[in-house]
């Protein structure tokens, strides 16, 4: 069987290739509203909880997996380094698909890059306006009792469970735009202007994030768009394109 962790919109075309050759797969997604995406396909075995090493381990014994393809989101670095850590254990083959950046070739004064959220959090201080954050709602507490006068925006999933954790955490509703992404150009604008947003916080989550909206948005308004730079993956089975993975585990594993 073929193991999937899938955590990005790819993940259902993915599925949509390998179904054309083969249903002999598991898939494991990080929530319940990512495997209810992936209902139409055909899928032996659906997990729809995280997954720690233990558990992982287990699933991938269970299951009777003989290769795994970690497709999980590019920021999702502790995902990626279990999975890894699974597949040595048990000594299969590791396959990592890999969203491409958007951000790489860019070159504006615009855009400021950082490798943290508390480099992002050290130039968000310097910015003299509102903050548009749109890294999602797991790590808002970092933004919390800032020495900063003007207001983040927090746009996240809409998700009650998303919203809820955030609310206890305490952030107020009035600073929460819940909506399901890609954001388009002309929203974006929209957003910046409804706001008085003078920076945007982005992770560089490719063409399919919507990061190029933003970077054409924060242009055209003259303001700072905040790139977390995009963790580091080496390894030998790398895949950008979903065709050529799908085409090597055909080829390899069916």
């Known amino acids: ?111 400021m890059r950082v490798k943290n959220y508390d480099e992002a959090i050290k130039v968000i201080k310097n910015i003299h306006g509102n903050i548009l954050n749109t890294t999602g709602g797991n790590n808002v507490t970092k933004f919390l009792d800032l020495d900063f006068d003007y207001r983040i925006i927090h746009r996240i999933l809409p998700s009650p469970k998303v919203l809820s954790k955030i609310v206890e955490d305490g952030i107020s509703i009035k600073n929460i735009i819940a909506m399901q ?30 990061v190029l909206e933003k970077y054409k948005a924060v242009e055209d308004s003259n303001i700072k768009l905040i790139a977390i730079e995009r963790p580091s993956f080496t390894g030998t089975l790398i895949f950008n394109k979903e065709e050529e993975l799908v085409k090597y585990l055909v080829k390899e594993y069916n």
């Open 1 to 111: 069987m073929i193991g999937f962790i899938l955590g990005t919109s790819e993940g259902r075309k993915i599925l949509s290739l390998i179904n054309k050759y083969t249903n002999d797969i598991a898939v494991t997604t990080a929530t319940a509203y990512g495997g209810e995406l992936l209902k139409e396909f055909n899928i032996k075995s659906l997990n729809t909880k995280p997954l720690n090493k233990e558990e992982m381990i287990k699933w991938i014994r269970i299951n009777k997996i003989k290769v795994l393809v970690d497709a999980s989101h590019p920021y999702a670095e502790e995902v990626t380094k279990n999975s890894l850590e699974c597949t040595k254990a048990l000594n299969i083959p590791f396959v990592r698909y890999e969203r491409l950046g958007s951000l790489d070739n860019i070159n504006s004064s615009n855009i």
């Open 181 to 210: 992404g890609p954001i388009s150009y002309d929203l974006e604008k929209a957003f910046i202007k409804q706001y008085d947003i003078k920076g945007i916080l982005t992770k560089d989550s490719g063409i399919e994030g919507g």
